[in-house]
């Protein structure tokens, strides 16, 4: 007989990886883990993971013993084999300061103050549409002191509170 003849179906190609590769890719994912141990609680929360792997990431935060992180390290990065890495990846990069996504967004950010402060009812629009739960007369009250700052030449105080209340609502969006 043949095999046409058996309705076998060939194997599907088994791709063979390196030892290194694994090591590599472990240690990878072990990176990742530790990242998301260096964010702050409320940044924390803002990662899509497991029940599981949050209990781990927060068990970290009370380890003290050098030895004793590295192995809990270890044991997040097994934990990260069961998650959704991409996903993962990018609500960290929405935190790292060094990262394009993160600096995009701060731009992004500045210049809707910008336009909030010249007086654009746009991007008022924009504001109340993108982030249903502000206040909206802390809004203007911010946007009307600032502008006060402007034509008084006086120092730019509620010019930051309005980007770091911005930034506020982003971050929770």
Do not use: W
Request: hydrophobic share 35%; glycine share 2%; net charge negative.
């Amino acid at each position: 007989m043949r095999k046409k003849d058996l309705n076998i179906e060939p194997e599907e190609e088994i791709e063979y990886v390196s030892r290194s590769q694994m090591k590599r890719e472990v240690e990878a994912l072990q990176d990742l883990g530790k990242k998301i141990t260096e964010l702050r609680p409320d940044q924390q929360a803002q990662v899509p993971m497991s029940e599981v792997l949050a209990e781990a990431v927060e068990e970290m935060a009370r380890i003290s013993s050098h030895g004793a992180k590295k192995r809990h390290l270890n044991y997040i990065g097994k934990l990260m084999k069961h998650e959704d890495e991409e996903a993962i990846k990018v609500a960290i990069e929405r935190f790292d300061s060094a990262s394009d996504a993160h600096n995009q967004r701060f731009h992004a950010l500045e210049r809707l103050r910008e336009r909030l402060i010249d007086g654009d009812q746009a991007a008022m629009n924009e504001t109340l549409a993108a982030y249903p739960d502000c206040d909206i007369q802390h809004i203007r009250q911010l946007i009307r002191n600032a502008q006060k700052e402007r034509e008084h030449n006086k120092p730019p105080a509620s010019f930051r509170k309005l980007f770091q209340y911005l930034r506020t609502l982003d971050e929770t969006v």
